[in-house]
């Protein structure tokens, strides 16, 4: 049984940065994904981490200032954000799965319970 935890996320102000963590318990052999979800809007995928390294970034507006991350030594997943925005307000989830495809929430099987991150404008 694998279990994700999320780190705290909490409020940031507009152009600061916030870096989550995600640890896993169990095998951390799973592709890794970062999603979020605002109020009254769908989850949407943000970035991902293949287990054979490949990379995936979603949300257009997280290109070029997420950074997405693993360390298998210490079985911890990161996103690293930067720049950060008003509309990046969202309750972040990692996910893990074997994914046919990184940016698919349905392929993922496990999930964190999500962490709250606003960004004041």
């Known amino acids: 049984q694998v279990q994700l935890v999320e780190s705290v996320g909490g409020l940031v102000q507009a152009g600061g940065s916030l870096r989550l963590s995600c640890a896993v318990s169990g095998s951390i052999h799973y592709d890794m994904g970062w999603f979020r979800q605002a109020p009254g809007k769908e989850r949407e995928f943000v970035a991902a981490l293949g287990w054979s390294g490949e990379s995936a970034y979603g949300a257009d507006s997280a290109k070029g200032r997420f950074t997405i991350s693993r360390d298998n030594a210490e079985n911890t997943v990161y996103l690293q954000m930067n720049s950060l925005k008003p509309e990046d307000t969202a309750v972040y989830y990692c996910?893990?799965?074997?994914?046919?495809?990184?940016?698919?929430?349905?392929?993922?099987?496990?999930w964190g319970q999500g962490t709250q991150v606003t960004v004041s404008s």
């Open positions: 996910a893990a799965g074997a994914t046919n495809q990184l940016t698919l929430a349905r392929d993922y099987l496990y």
